[in-house]
């Protein structure tokens, strides 16, 4: 594929704003929303402790306060932005935690109160593969026909080994099947990645990224692992020392992650997510602006754009 052929504005991927703004005609942002919910790697269904890396706040640090009523919080979490965002378009996103793991009434009364929001023009949940089941995904289909709805998944790696470190708790079978029911839908899927947990070198993400690319999904986050305060992760850490990737080896994997990764899928993120205040390592990535700019100078210099080295 030539350079040519593919262009994203000024990025060399496939940017979620650039997609946005062609999709919607408009930027949207993101609103963190709190629906309250709680995960079966944390209430003892599955574990206690959750996976390794989640922080207290369930991954979605950042979200309102659950006890409003949704059309409250969307309401707050504008005020929240509107020094930076001046539009009037925003992506209801609920992050915290897994947000179909709750009775269907409860969902249906959630999603919908976000959903008919007149500003909000997408649904966005953050969930686990094994917690959609047919009601949900009635659910999901009924409300993707009001506005697209996006699913996110934490995959996060492929590799077995990295699953049971992380302590995801299902099997690769289980993403496959949720992709699939979920596209079968028309339901738009983004699938988290998390770059540079203790098991793997670059080889294992790219082995990643390659399966990724033969599944039906439209997104993606590539996500640096964050190493946050009072995690088992910190623990170790703090025990074990183990390396985290410096910024360098950080843009280098990443570069490749992007240049294997299939042009079509959205880059919804390509730094970590974590609350400065919790960040213990890797330190530089506390300033994401910097992470970006070189990130975007990296894949200049070295001629990089999405799905260089792709191959179907
Ligand atoms: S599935 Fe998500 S919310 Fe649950 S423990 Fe893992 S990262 Fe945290």
Same mark, same amino acid.
């Given at each position: 594929m030539s350079r040519q052929t593919v262009y994203w504005g000024e990025k060399r991927y496939h940017s979620l704003d650039y997609y946005l703004k062609n999709r919607f005609g408009q930027k949207l942002y993101k609103l963190s929303l709190n629906g309250g919910m709680t995960c079966p790697n944390r209430d003892g269904t599955l574990g206690t402790r959750g996976c390794i890396f989640c922080s207290q706040g369930g +991954?979605?640090?950042? $979200? $309102?306060? =659950? +006890? /409003? =009523?949704i059309t409250e919080q969307i309401d707050t979490a504008k005020k929240q932005v509107d020094k930076k965002y001046f539009g009037s378009a925003y992506i209801a996103y609920f992050q915290a935690y897994t947000n179909t793991y709750a009775p269907c009434k409860t969902l249906r009364k959630i999603f919908t109160s976000a959903i008919n929001h007149p500003d909000i023009h997408v649904l966005s949940v953050a969930t686990r593969p094994d917690c959609i089941d047919d009601e949900v995904l009635s659910l999901l289909d009924e409300l993707n026909r009001i506005k697209p709805v996006w699913i996110e998944l934490g995959l996060q790696s492929i590799h077995e080994r990295t699953a049971r470190f992380i302590r995801r708790g299902y099997d690769l079978t289980v993403f496959e099947n949720a992709v699939s029911i979920l596209r079968k839908h028309g339901i738009e899927v983004i699938t988290h990645v998390i770059l540079g /947990?203790?098991? @793997? @070198?670059e080889r294992h993400m790219l082995d990643t990224i390659r399966y990724l690319n033969t599944m039906d999904i439209q997104g993606i986050k590539l996500q640096l692992l964050h190493i946050l305060k009072n995690t088992d992760l910190a623990s170790l850490y703090e025990q074990q020392r183990f390396p985290v990737l410096s910024m360098e080896d950080y843009l280098k994997i990443t570069g490749q992650c992007i240049a294997n990764l299939r042009p079509d899928i959205v880059v919804h993120r390509l730094t970590g997510d974590g609350p400065r205040s919790l960040l213990l390592a890797p330190s530089w990535s506390s300033d994401k602006r910097r992470v970006l700019n070189q990130m975007q100078a990296y894949l200049k210099q070295n001629d990089i754009w999405q799905g260089k080295e792709f191959k179907k």
């Open positions: +991954s979605g640090d950042f $979200a $309102a306060n =659950p +006890s /409003l =009523p /947990l203790p098991t @793997e @070198e």
